[in-house]
């Protein structure tokens, strides 16, 4: 599996006043790098309204959102901190809404690949530790360690 982190694209302890700003932030990111068609954003927005990404752990709420493999140019995921939650609706409900403060946006290329990513941050989820670490990390090298703790990179480049 390549690596689904070099393009680097993580950004900390963000501002937004909504759910779509923080997803729209987040998206530039991947269309900057070239990793995403233009149609990315409105792909995950329309992917959220109807299957919603929010998930609620133990001690803090987030989001995986994503789309179809059709407006993705190459696998990667990327990370948003937020300074304050943004609601969201659970996962599985039509109108629960979480206070999400912490994003991992997949964009994947291929449709096996989903299932494979869901599973590696499901295990990463239950971590209360490592998940209160992505809580206050503030730069890429500390976000990037914690995913080679988390098993979801090899930190091969």
């Known amino acids: 599996m390549p ?7 993580a950004l900390f302890n963000q501002h937004a006043d909504s759910q779509e700003e923080a997803l729209k932030m987040l998206a530039d990111e991947f269309v900057k790098c070239g990793v995403v068609k233009d149609s990315f954003f409105e792909g995950i927005i329309t992917r959220e309204k109807n299957f919603a990404t929010g998930l ?4 803090f709420s987030v989001a995986i959102p994503h789309t179809d493999p059709e407006h993705v140019n190459r696998t990667q995921v990327g990370f948003i901190s937020l300074d304050a939650p943004v609601p969201f609706i659970e996962m599985g409900t039509e109108d629960s809404e979480i206070p999400v403060t912490m994003m991992f946006m997949l964009a994947l290329k291929e449709a096996h690949e989903q299932l494979e990513m869901l599973m590696k ?29 988390a098993g979801l990179s090899t930190g091969e480049e």
């Open 121 to 149: 941050l499901m295990d990463m989820f239950q971590n209360d530790d490592l998940m209160e670490r992505f809580s206050k990390v503030d730069n890429y090298d500390d976000y990037y360690q914690l995913i080679k703790e």
């Open 3 to 9: 690596d689904m982190f070099d393009a680097r694209i």
């Open 56 to 59: 609620r752990l133990n001690n």
